[in-house]
């Protein structure tokens, strides 16, 4: 009798027949659940079974690195999010400069405002008022000399004639 291999179907990975597994591979079944333990919930293992596996089972697959276009992607977005917040920070920068510059302009034009006040005031004054006129030829003033007002004379009420009526008159058309 001569035994015949026949190829593996499309779906199953060489070296495996069909039924059969390896040590290496579990099916979804026999699979424990994730985030259990191996002793089950209370720690007891079944009467059966060892504590120690197979060195084949016990060789994790080794973890995939990621894709190189992944990493390339990750490096440009920190580098993206780096140049933003420097943008930020010159935005903020120019943006504080300017209040400065506002506020340096400010502060000149109050002083530059209580000056004009001050040679306004000091303009005003009677001595330099007097000053300006002489300089300009006109003549001092003479001494003052208080013009007296003529006397008031308060009229006395009208005297009523004899016989009249105290009444006041009647007005017609009103």
Do not use: C, K, N
């Not at 659940?33 to 994790?60: I, K, V």
């Not at 504080?96 to 303009?123: C, F, M, N, P």
């Amino acid at each position: 009798m001569t035994a015949v291999r026949t190829a593996p179907s499309r779906g199953v990975p060489a070296g495996i027949l069909p039924g059969r597994r390896t040590p290496q591979t579990r099916s979804p079944r026999t699979a424990p659940p994730a985030g259990s333990r191996p002793g089950g919930l209370l720690g007891l293992r079944a009467p059966g079974r060892s504590r120690r596996r197979s060195a084949e089972a016990s060789h994790a697959p080794a973890r995939r690195l990621p894709r190189p276009g992944s990493l390339a992607l990750g490096v440009a977005l920190v580098f993206v999010t780096l140049l933003g917040a420097v943008a930020l920070q010159a935005q903020q920068v120019s943006g504080q400069d300017h209040l400065d510059r506002a506020r340096a302009a400010i502060e000149d034009g109050l002083s530059r405002r209580a000056d004009l006040h001050a040679e306004v005031t000091r303009s005003e004054s009677p001595a330099q008022l007097e000053a300006e006129a002489l300089a300009l030829g006109m003549v001092p003033p003479a001494a003052v000399v208080a013009v007296p007002a003529p006397p008031v004379v308060v009229p006395s009420p009208p005297v009523a004639p004899t016989g009249a009526s105290t009444e006041p008159p009647e007005v017609v058309g009103r």
